[in-house]
């Protein structure tokens, strides 16, 4: 997209969307729009159904968790302290345009944002990815619940404050059939590696 492309795009989104865009900007090359929790079911409408517009397809939904981007606190960023976002990546097949927004879920204790199973039906995968890794909460969903992890998993994984080492580790039993929780295998350690090098490893010769 071109730079007039972009500066016209953005002025239609500007235009139709008003209010509801907190922020937009451009980086390397892309367009970002930043649009509050609140009004995410009409703006999604308005991307898909506006003849301006025609966002048909949903390419991509995740979560993103901001808690160590204590830099970023701007105004422009739409951000102010919230923690978790869901990024949505739209593509206007008839426009042949490219569009990313972003959505701040306003509670860091509770994250939640609507769905948009409505709208762009292949979110419902995506919406359940975000909330198994993130803890995202998506109302509305018609079937809310962990897709990649065990069902009796405690924690989010991709939550920057999820630990990575622990006490229990998880496998398929084949007699009971199902996941089951044991203490892990494996003895916690710290490893050293051994470094060995040649006698004169990095003498100069003189």
């Not at 803890?135 to 990649?148: E, K, Q």
Request: with cysteine.
């Amino acid at each position: 997209m071109t730079t007039l492309q972009q500066n016209n795009f953005s002025e239609v989104l500007t235009n139709r969307l008003g209010e509801k865009l907190v922020n937009f900007h451009v980086q390397h090359g892309e367009l970002t729009i930043v649009v509050d929790a609140r009004e995410i079911s009409a703006v999604s409408k308005i991307l898909r159904d506006d003849a301006a517009l025609l966002f048909d397809t949903l390419i991509d939904l995740c979560g993103m968790d901001y808690l160590t981007y204590d830099d970023d606190l701007s105004e422009e960023s739409g951000r102010n302290a919230k923690r978790f976002a869901v990024v949505y990546h739209l593509l206007s097949v008839e426009k042949n345009c490219r569009l990313r927004m972003r959505v701040f879920a306003d509670n860091n204790e509770f994250p939640a944002v609507d769905s948009v199973t409505e709208i762009w039906p292949v979110a419902n995968w995506f919406e359940r990815e975000a909330f198994d890794l993130y803890g995202i909460v998506f109302s509305n969903h018609p079937d809310l619940r962990r897709i990649l992890t065990d069902y009796g998993f405690i924690g989010n994984p991709f939550r920057k404050d999820f630990p990575l080492t622990g006490y229990v580790e998880m496998r398929y039993d084949e007699q009971q059939k199902r996941v089951i929780y044991q203490p892990v295998s494996i003895e916690p350690r710290e490893i050293t590696p051994l470094v060995r090098r040649e006698e004169y490893y990095g003498d100069c010769e003189l």
